[in-house]
């Protein structure tokens, strides 16, 4: 039997699944294109809740955030760090060399932080700094003994940085990022959350700015893309120089996305639109030399399943569901008919909401009553709710019963969650 291939798992913060310059040519990510020619690019890729902390911890474990019992960021509401094992325990216990370097992000508990042979981020603080990150990462590489296998976790920071877009705002934009249709189009904001993020909360540094500053936010946005890109080249180069490349399998995905201007928001909030929800996501199997394109609705609780079959490692249950068979064309492969999502706070503004997508219509639902369904097909912009819509009833209908019987099975506390102001005041539900 050969040996179980390195593992190497690199993730960046806020990278939406168009962020890659093979997908809107705004973008200059050439070390992302070149590991995209020899990847299996999953197409359909979400992520489980457009926040760092809940979606890193389903990435760590392969269980959503209301079983991880992190569902806000650490420190604002909901945000309880990480209290269970990672899939670290079981790739050492599977003999392998763990290293982890870089965003952590889910608190300081012993048993979250277990399982890493050599760490920065996880017992040693925050660690937001990505060049450290990457020389740390390019050491271990240079230094992982050769033999046994090594898995290694690279957490990059940026591109979530745009935060710092009010010191750049006023500069004069370029106009090589156009802004998009939604941003220019009439969107009512049916959801109130979403009007009072852009006036009262984070989107107030650019809401009433006038349309150069929107481009600017754009640019922005690239410039943080291109610059994890090239962090990522260097891991990647690093690799190759090691002569252990061919027997290594990668990864490369985002915790969540950036509204990036689309639907006129940005940053990322109560509101589950594409553009936050879905991440890129490829995978490179040791020796894959062709791009491959699967379209199959993958979720970042697929992940610590995934590789923990590729490394033989024993896991105890999870949401998510091993990709393999979808990498490789052997064994049964998964089948998904919905992907879903959650969410819930932001500071101390508890917002829940729940979403269902499927290959047609997507269905937000908030704990405030509000709700959204859109047509991918007739609406891929999603400006146009139909939830109100008569015609459109029985959908959202059949939406709202598979999501309630997914919350059932899984036990989520949806329904019994509180709701709150923006300074974290309980406010009346209506559900």
């Known amino acids: 039997m050969p040996p179980p291939p390195n593992i190497l798992f690199i993730f960046t913060d806020q990278q939406h699944w168009q962020a890659i310059s093979e997908r809107d040519v705004t973008f200059r990510t050439p070390n992302l294109d070149r590991l995209s020619a020899v990847s299996t690019v999953f197409s359909r890729a979400y992520c489980p809740t457009p926040q760092c902390s809940p979606s890193r911890s389903s990435i760590m474990t392969g269980l959503y955030p209301s079983k991880t019992g992190v569902m806000g960021n650490v420190g604002a509401k909901g945000g309880e760090p990480l209290r269970m094992q990672t899939i670290a325990p079981a790739l050492q216990r599977a003999g392998y060399y763990t290293g982890y370097f ?24 925050e660690a937001f700094n990505d060049p450290n990150t990457t020389q740390r990462s390019v050491e271990f590489l240079q230094t992982a003994p050769e033999d046994k296998p090594f898995a290694l976790y690279v957490s990059l920071n940026d591109p979530h940085d745009i935060y710092h877009i009010p010191k750049v705002m006023h500069e ?63 891991v990647l180069d690093a690799l190759e120089q090691t002569g252990r490349a061919e027997n290594t399998l990668i990864v490369f995905t985002s915790d969540h996305g950036d509204q990036d201007t689309q639907q006129r928001l940005i940053f990322k909030g109560p509101f589950m639109y594409d553009y936050t929800l879905r991440v890129p996501l490829m995978i490179k199997l040791p020796g894959q030399t062709a791009r491959r394109e699967c379209a199959f609705p993958s979720v970042n609780v697929d992940l610590v399943p995934t590789l923990a079959e590729v490394a033989g490692a024993v896991i105890g249950a999870v949401d998510g569901v091993s990709l393999l068979p979808l990498l490789t064309g052997q064994g049964e492969p998964p089948t998904r008919e919905f992907v879903f999502a959650q969410y819930y706070s932001k500071q101390q503004w508890v917002n829940p909401i729940r979403t269902v997508v499927g290959e047609r219509y997507k269905y937000n639902r908030y704990l405030s009553g509000e709700e959204e369904l859109y047509d991918f097909d007739a609406d891929p912009g999603e400006m146009n709710n139909l939830a109100a819509n008569p015609g459109h009833a029985d959908v959202k209908g059949a939406l709202l019963g598979a999501l309630e019987k997914w919350m059932l099975a899984n036990d989520d506390p949806f329904y019994t969650l509180g709701h709150t102001d923006r300074d974290g005041n309980p406010i009346e539900r209506h559900v």
């Open 102 to 125: 870089g965003k952590w992000h889910l608190g300081s508990e012993a048993i979250a932080q277990a399982g890493w042979d050599v760490a920065d981020g996880p017992g040693l603080g």
């Open 172 to 234: 004069p934009p370029s106009g090589e990022a156009p802004l998009p249709t939604s941003w220019s189009k009439d969107h009512a904001k049916t959801a109130k959350a979403q009007g009072q993020f852009m006036r009262e909360d984070q989107g107030k540094v650019i809401v009433d700015e006038p349309e150069q500053s929107w481009l600017r936010y754009r640019e922005y946005y690239r410039e943080k893309v291109a610059l994890v890109d090239g962090r990522i080249g260097e």
